[in-house]
């Protein structure tokens, strides 16, 4: 699971979600927008989800 802070409304999630559902090896991904988490299952590269989301304006952090 990730932390993902920035998310304000639906939108944000959904984007967010549309971000991480495109990483090659992402089987799901679940968003609590009211926790700030993201719950990313698949054989994926956690760093590249982290760099990607990132990149489009939601700073996140691993958590395990």
């Known amino acids: 699971k990730m932390r993902i802070d920035g998310m304000k409304c639906m939108h944000c999630k959904a984007n967010v979600e549309k ?3 495109s ?8 968003v609590d927008l009211v ?5 990313v299952h698949g054989q994926h590269d956690h760093s590249e ?8 304006g939601y700073p996140t952090t691993l958590k395990v």
């Open 19 to 21: 971000i991480i559902s």
């Open 23 to 30: 990483i090659a090896g992402v089987e799901s991904v679940e």
């Open 35 to 39: 926790k700030g988490i993201a719950y």
């Open 49 to 56: 989800v982290e760099r990607q989301v990132t990149a489009n």
